[in-house]
């Protein structure tokens, strides 16, 4: 019963919060959005891991005790009941205030997601009933997860890796976004960058969705007192001082390159406007879409010299990624340079478990 139970979990899970995101998935399918639920899947598996063990767990335990006076046809139904039943019974008790419309009728989502948990739990458990869970079954059961999270896996390793690579060859020895504020000048190998700001007389403040207030002007760059490129009617954060007035619009980035053995100064610009204000539903208004979100860098040495590039958010290099990650301008927290969509420590551990379920029910055949 306990290889029975321990898949009933591995899978249960796996095929219950998978059928969650699923059912709960609003967006277009496309190829981006299903690596965005696979990282989905893997990040809930990650957190509530522990819940799904003794709670889901516990329940189909309780079921096996609860039914087992009773004829197979009955037993099978009120086993149902009861991973149903305790599903909901968690869902009502722990509701996350969204919902969702089942025939007319709103219903909290949580109660939703834990019913389809627990049906999912129930089926696998059934299955499993009808046939032994040998050595066999568990070998098939691991290379199943291999094949699925292995590749995953090897693109986050991959990822470490560049991580690593980057942050050894490039060091960041200033940041000028952080705080205290510096002020909004800098000169290196005789160039001087500055920013100025003007905001009309008439311009209205309003309040951000991180509590900010904020006017919105024209924020010049200039180089040796020629203008370098001007962001009109951007967003100001109004009480803040220095370059931090300008934060999510440009940054400044002083940087060590141990491969080139040099200094240099990284002015990096969002070519993108966005005025993000937070509307009466909660929901944030005024972002635009990532396929929209341009950026220009300006990249100054010691010896003198000026570089400009530019590019898209969803076309952007490792190099651009290791910017946007160390400046104030990413769209959110954490950028990955192969698997931002679905970067979940549940995938990795999802290998470990396939792994050793392979490992540990490998069956050598003796030559006779």
Do not use: C
């Not at 458990?125 to 050595?135: A, F, H, I, M, Y």
């Not at 001087?192 to 403040?205: F, G, R, Y």
């Not at 539903?281 to 590039?309: C, F, H, P, R, S």
């Not at 698997?339 to 990795?348: K, L, R, T």
């Amino acid at each position: 019963m306990f290889r029975r139970k321990l898949i009933t979990v591995l899978l249960g899970s796996l095929l219950g919060i998978t059928g969650v995101v699923l059912a709960l998935y609003e967006e277009e399918y496309t190829y981006q959005s299903f690596l965005v639920m696979i990282g989905d899947v893997f990040s809930i598996i990650s957190f509530i891991f522990p819940i799904l063990i003794l709670y889901g767990g516990g329940v189909t335990l309780l079921s096996d005790y609860l039914t087992s006076r009773f004829l197979e046809r009955r037993r099978f139904w009120m086993a149902f009941l009861i991973h149903t039943g305790f599903g909901a019974l968690f869902g009502i008790v722990i509701q996350d205030g969204s919902h969702v419309s089942i025939l007319g009728l709103e219903v909290d989502s949580m109660i939703l997601a834990a019913i389809i948990a627990s049906f999912f739990f129930w089926m696998i458990d059934e299955l499993l009933r009808t046939k032994e869970v040998n050595k066999r079954t568990l070998f098939i059961i691991g290379v199943s997860l291999l094949i699925i999270t292995l590749p995953f896996t090897t693109l986050m390793i991959m990822d470490e890796v560049k991580s690593e690579q980057m942050t050894k060859r490039f060091t960041v020895t200033k940041h000028f976004h952080t705080y205290p504020p510096p002020q909004p000048v800098y000169t290196i190998g005789g160039n001087k960058i500055a920013i100025t700001e003007e905001i009309p007389n008439d311009s209205e403040s309003y309040i951000d969705p991180w509590q900010n207030k904020v006017m919105l002007g024209d924020i010049t760059v200039f180089l040796n007192d020629e203008v370098l490129a001007t962001l009109e009617d951007y967003p100001i954060r109004a009480e803040w001082e220095g370059l931090a007035r300008y934060h999510g619009q440009l940054s400044f980035l002083l940087m060590k390159d141990h491969q080139m053995e040099e200094e240099r100064l990284v002015v990096l610009l969002k070519d993108t406007r966005e005025t993000p204000k937070r509307k009466n539903d909660n929901n944030i208004e005024g972002k635009a879409d990532l396929e929209d979100l341009q950026y220009t860098y300006y990249e100054l040495d010691e010896a003198g010299n000026v570089k400009k590039d530019s590019f898209y958010f969803t076309e952007r290099s490792h190099y651009e990624i290791f910017l946007l990650h160390r400046s104030s301008l990413a769209p959110y927290g954490t950028l990955r340079y192969y698997s931002e969509n679905f970067h979940s420590p549940g995938i990795p551990a999802f290998s470990i478990i396939g792994g050793l379920l392979v490992v540990f029910n490998w069956r050598i055949r003796k030559k006779v």
